[in-house]
Each structure stands twice: as structure tokens, then as C-alpha cells.
């Protein structure tokens, strides 16, 4: 046996070894500047985990960055970006890997600064474990109990309370005390299985892999013992089958097969497994991987299924197992954490992700925000950045789930913001809600296409939008006269009309326009579905609003008109006086002065109203629909 084989064996059985270790996945949390980072490059430091060319560039970058004078600065271990070297802070998530003899790791290096909550959430959403930074001098602040709260919604088990800089405190023992007992009594009810207090000094070492001989006082784990040995064994195993499917294969006529990563639970081949959507089952004739065909996978592992049948299964649908299938709804009730500057707000349409799905969703009520301070739980009207809130949300298709805490893969979803594509929001499910299973569409026979033939007519929606006295409901009334005299069958929708009536409930601040500009595109889209044409004229400031009715109507029926009146000639105007009480400070909330309007930005009608007749207008929108109707 030759250098290179007994090398090559030694490597194979190191890998070996490596594998059959357990993996814990941490991250480090609280509040800023608590040591987080210094913390992590002092566990990679000690456990001699750091090459010596990545010492050479440590100390380097510490004389040019750090915070720590002449010693090793070892938070620049993990703060990679120049922006955070700069500042002293972390702002994205950092992940490390790193092994000892007992246990390998992936540690999450998380911001603690408000504005980068989701970065959190984003490392917590796969951690077993988190470590909450205290600083000895500030004590139990706000981030500490949101970071807390955060991980406890995202079902983090186990808490390790680094309570560091203690050397800033003499290694006090009644400082120690009593920052423990301030976490404990907040934290008794968040359901953690392990509470886990260590006094450190992340910068000297104190307690992190050597016990301290400033602290005799303490008799507990160091952190790097109480990391090896934390119990982390998963249950995912033992849970119900299911599958996200991410992709439909088919290299050639003879394969056709549905590749994922196993959320939880195992399939055998033979077993019987069924289309979440469709109910429709089938048996698993193959299990194939990137090595090599299996006869049982279990959670975790990446899998193509190959079935018996030819069922219809699509990426966006979950195989599961047959006896405990999850829930198909299109209402539930979530717990949402809001990350975005611009609130949330219940009406508004989003788009909601999970992770096998996308659908356009409302949250159609916001039940309460919790107080990260007491825990309260709170009225609110809408959830602003970094706030936690329960909700009832509405899907525009039903979609699959469980609930969060039976099973965090399928239990989760992200909110995206339809116009600039940004995640807003995440959510945690609690379950469906049994409206969803009380309420069914009712067939009709005389439908809308039935109603349109009787009025000889093909239903519209005319939205007209702009400032207050910009002409709106004067172009709308002209367009209607022109439409009634041509015996078309027509009703129009005022702003002010509406708010007399169907909408006399509702204010003026952002939340109540949304519901306002919800609630008339539902009554808009069920006289088009009676074969009107139906004339809105809606200031409707918000375009997430405007594109929610567009997206309710069918193909060409919604035709967005923009009455556009510079700002200043509105004021001229004045018909109702609100410019003049606005700009005295009389009237909050005013589109164009204290409030925003959002011009659309591809209307399919632009009207320029200075200069022009609303007849003259009125008969431009009547030349548009009546092309309309010919292209019909």
C-alpha cells in the first residue's frame, strides 16, 4: 500500500467520521453592538478553526478596523462586508461552519439593529438553537425581548442567554443575577424547552470554551460544552410524509418523475402517496437520487418520485401521505411579523409564498399586534415595520399547509409586495379557518355573458382616477349621458355618493382608503358581472389598490382613466373648499397635500383635462369602448 492510498483511506474514514456527527444550527442574536460577531470569532479563534493566513488578515484588518485597540478585533471575522467594517455593526446574515470532535455547526450571525429585523427572522427560521446577546452594562432592552419573541414564534427550542462584557462590570455576580432574573420573568411564557444563562466576556474568552477564573461564583456550562452536548435530535421523521414539488422531470417519454426535498416524514417504494390538491393517489415505483435509485428516503434528503400512475402533479403542489394529508384552504389565521417601512394594511393585495406555492392574498383582518414590551396583545389597524401581528388571511386560490408548529416547512409563507417584488412580511400558520370550509361558490345559469346579451353590450368598468377636482365625476357624468342617449345600460359610482351609504363607516387615513377602494371594486365587479357598464369615479391614490380591481374583472373589462389636473389648478378649482381647510392644517390626511397620490403608469386612458371640455373628453373614453366592443 502505497503514501497515496493510505492517504486516500485516512480521508475517506475522516469523512465518515464527519458524517455520522450531529449538526447543531445556532445563530447569535439581541440587541446592537452586544458582542455577537466578537463572540463567533472567539469560539472559531479557540477551537483553532481560523488558518494562519486568516489570522495574518485578522490582525491586519483589526489595526485598519477594529474596535478593540491593540487586540485582535474578532467580530471582523464575520462582519465581511466594508460597510459593516466601517460602522461596527452587522447588517446581513453571516453563515459559519465550523466542527469540533463532537459536533459540527452552522452558526448565524444576525444584525441587532430594528431596521434589519428580517435578517433575523431570516437566520431563526432554521436554527434549533439561539443565543441571546445581553450586554452586563445595558441590561434587558427592547430588541433583546423582540429577538426573544421571534424565536419563539419561529419555534426555537432551546435559549442560551450570553449575558457578555461582564468584565466592563467587575464579573459581577449580583449584575449576573439580576439580568437573569429580568430574562426569565419575561421569557416564562414563550415556551422554550431550555434557558440556558452563561456569564462571558466575549472579547478575553471568559466562559466560551475554558471556564473563567474571574467567575468561581459560576458553576454552569461554558458555551462551547453546552453547545456539544444541547439535545438536537429532529422529529421530522416521525411526522406526516410530504414532499414540495420544485420540479417535474421528464428527460425522455419513458421518465416522468416529481424531484423535492423530503419536508418530513419517509416514503418507501410501494408506498401509496396522494396530490395534495387533487386528492388523486398513486404508488412511488422508484425513488431516484443524484447517487443512485433508493428504497426509502426520509426527511431532509433531495429525491425525484417516480409514480405509477399518470396523475397530474405540478411544481407548486405536495405529495403526502394519504392518511394524515394537510390542510387545502384559502382562509387561516397567521401570526405575521412585518418587515417593510410601509405598513401593512388589511385589504390590500400582496403576494403570498409558501414553499411550494404563490398566490395573490388580503389579509382581511388584523385581530391584534402584540407589544413586544409586556407581550399585550394590542387593537391596530395596521402592522408597521418590524411589529408582530395575528391576522386572518385570504388567498385568491387555496393552498397547502400545516400548522406551524406541526411542521415549520410547510407551516410557513412570505409576503411579497406586488409592486416593487420586495419581501414585506413573514408569517407563521395557525389554521384554516372554518369559514373556508362553510362557504362554496353557488353555479349560476344566468351568468354574466347571459346579462350582456340581453343589454346588447359588453360589461366595462371605467375607473377614473385623480386629485380631488380634477374633473372626474364631471368627465364620468358626461360619459354617461353620452352612453345612456346610444341606450347603453350604465351605473357610476361616486366617491362621495359611496361614503353616504355603503362606505359611511369608513375615514380618510390610509387603512380605511384601502377598504374603501376594496369594498367599491367588489360592488363594481358584481354589476359588471349583471352586464353593466359601470363608471368609478374614486380619487383611489394608491395603485396596489387600483391593480387589486383591475385584477378582480376579466380580460379588457377594467379601463383605468386617469384624469390628470395638475395639482395647483385643482387647488384653483376648490369646488368643495377641502384644498383651502387642507392647506390650513384644518383637514389631515388630503390627497396631494398631506397625503400621497400615486399616478398610474400605463392607464389605458390619459385625459389631460386643462384646456378641454368634459364632453370633449367624455367622447374619447366613448371612441375607446366603442373600439372595444368592435375588437369583440
Not at 177 to 193: C, P, R, S, T
Not at 504 to 527: P, Q
Request: aromatic residues 8%.
Amino acid at each position: 500500500m502505497n503514501e497515496l492510498t493510505d492517504f486516500s483511506g485516512d480521508m475517506i474514514e475522516y469523512l465518515a467520521e464527519q458524517e455520522k456527527k450531529s449538526l447543531l444550527r445556532f445563530l447569535t442574536c439581541g440587541s446592537v453592538d452586544d458582542g455577537k460577531s466578537t463572540l463567533i470569532g472567539r469560539l472559531l479563534y479557540d477551537t483553532k478553526l481560523i488558518f494562519e493566513d486568516q489570522l495574518a488578515s485578522l490582525e491586519s484588518d483589526s489595526a485598519k478596523h477594529g474596535t478593540t485597540g491593540a487586540d485582535i478585533d474578532f467580530a471582523l471575522l464575520v462582519d465581511g462586508l466594508e460597510s459593516e467594517r466601517e460602522q461596527g455593526i452587522t447588517i446581513d446574515v453571516a453563515y459559519r461552519f465550523f466542527a469540533t470532535a463532537r459536533r459540527k455547526f452552522i452558526v448565524a450571525d444576525t444584525p441587532g439593529h430594528e431596521e434589519y429585523t428580517r435578517n433575523m427572522a431570516t437566520g431563526a427560521s432554521t436554527a434549533d438553537l439561539a443565543i441571546v446577546l445581553v450586554d452586563s452594562r445595558q441590561g434587558i432592552l427592547r430588541q433583546t425581548r423582540r429577538h426573544s419573541y421571534i424565536a419563539s414564534l419561529l419555534g426555537i427550542r432551546h435559549i442560551v442567554v450570553a449575558i457578555n462584557k461582564i468584565d466592563l462590570m467587575d464579573y459581577s455576580q449580583e449584575v449576573y443575577d439580576k439580568i437573569v432574573a429580568d430574562y426569565l420573568e419575561f421569557a416564562k411564557d414563550l415556551g422554550f424547552e431550555t434557558i440556558v444563562p452563561i456569564p462571558m466576556s466575549a472579547r478575553y474568552g471568559d466562559n466560551v470554551t475554558m471556564p473563567s477564573q474571574n467567575m468561581p461564583w459560576y458553576q454552569g456550562p461554558v458555551l462551547l460544552d453546552h453547545l456539544e452536548t444541547v439535545p438536537v435530535e429532529s422529529d421530522l421523521i416521525e411526522k406526516p410524509f410530504r414532499m414540495p414539488v420544485q420540479l417535474v422531470t421528464r428527460p425522455n417519454l419513458n421518465f416522468r418523475g416529481f424531484s423535492g426535498e423530503i419536508a418530513s416524514g419517509q416514503v418507501a417504494v410501494g408506498d401509496t402517496v396522494t396530490v395534495a390538491k387533487s386528492g388523486q393517489a398513486s404508488k412511488v415505483r422508484q425513488i431516484s437520487t443524484m447517487d443512485g435509485d433508493l428504497e426509502r428516503a426520509e426527511a431532509g434528503q433531495a429525491v425525484t418520485l417516480v409514480l405509477d400512475d399518470e396523475i397530474e402533479v405540478s411544481r407548486g403542489n405536495i405529495l403526502v401521505a394519504p392518511e394524515e394529508r394537510p390542510n387545502v384552504a384559502d382562509q387561516f389565521q397567521a401570526k405575521m411579523i412585518w418587515f417593510d417601512a410601509d405598513a401593512m394594511i388589511p385589504g390590500r393585495s400582496y403576494i403570498l409564498r409558501t414553499e411550494a406555492d404563490s398566490t395573490p392574498a388580503t389579509v382581511t383582518a388584523l385581530k391584534y399586534h402584540v407589544n413586544v414590551n409586556t407581550f399585550a396583545h394590542e387593537a391596530a389597524k395596521a402592522l408597521h415595520m418590524n411589529e408582530v401581528g395575528v391576522c386572518n388571511i385570504s388567498t385568491q386560490a387555496p393552498i397547502v399547509f400545516d400548522a406551524y408548529k406541526d411542521n415549520r416547512t410547510t407551516g410557513n409563507f412570505v409576503i411579497i409586495d406586488r409592486l416593487s417584488n420586495k419581501t414585506v412580511g413573514a408569517g407563521m400558520i395557525d389554521f384554516a379557518l372554518r369559514r373556508a370550509q362553510n362557504v362554496h361558490w353557488q353555479a349560476v345559469e344566468v351568468n354574466k355573458q347571459a346579462h350582456a346579451e340581453l343589454k346588447a353590450q359588453k360589461p366595462a368598468v371605467l375607473w377614473f382616477t385623480g386629485l380631488s377636482g380634477s374633473g372626474k365625476s364631471t368627465v364620468a357624468n358626461a360619459l354617461e349621458k353620452i352612453l345612456h342617449a346610444k341606450g347603453k345600460h350604465t351605473y357610476m359610482l361616486d366617491g362621495d355618493n359611496i361614503r353616504h351609504g355603503l362606505n359611511r363607516d369608513l375615514g380618510f387615513t390610509a387603512e380605511d382608503r384601502v377598504e374603501n377602494i376594496r369594498r367599491v371594486a367588489e360592488v363594481a365587479r358584481l354589476m359588471a358581472d349583471a352586464g353593466l357598464i359601470v363608471l368609478v369615479s374614486f380619487i383611489s391614490p394608491f395603485r396596489s389598490e387600483r391593480r387589486l380591481a383591475r385584477e378582480l374583472m376579466d380580460e379588457d373589462e377594467f379601463v383605468e382613466i386617469f384624469v390628470d389636473t395638475p395639482l395647483e389648478v385643482c387647488a384653483e378649482r376648490d369646488p368643495k373648499g377641502l384644498y383651502k381647510k387642507a392647506q390650513a392644517g384644518e383637514i389631515d390626511n388630503f390627497t396631494g397635500i398631506t397625503s400621497p397620490y400615486e399616478t398610474p403608469e400605463n392607464p389605458e386612458i390619459h385625459l389631460h383635462t386643462v384646456g378641454h371640455e368634459p364632453f370633449e373628453l367624455a367622447g374619447r373614453i366613448e371612441e375607446y369602448l366603442s373600439k372595444l366592443e368592435r375588437k369583440d
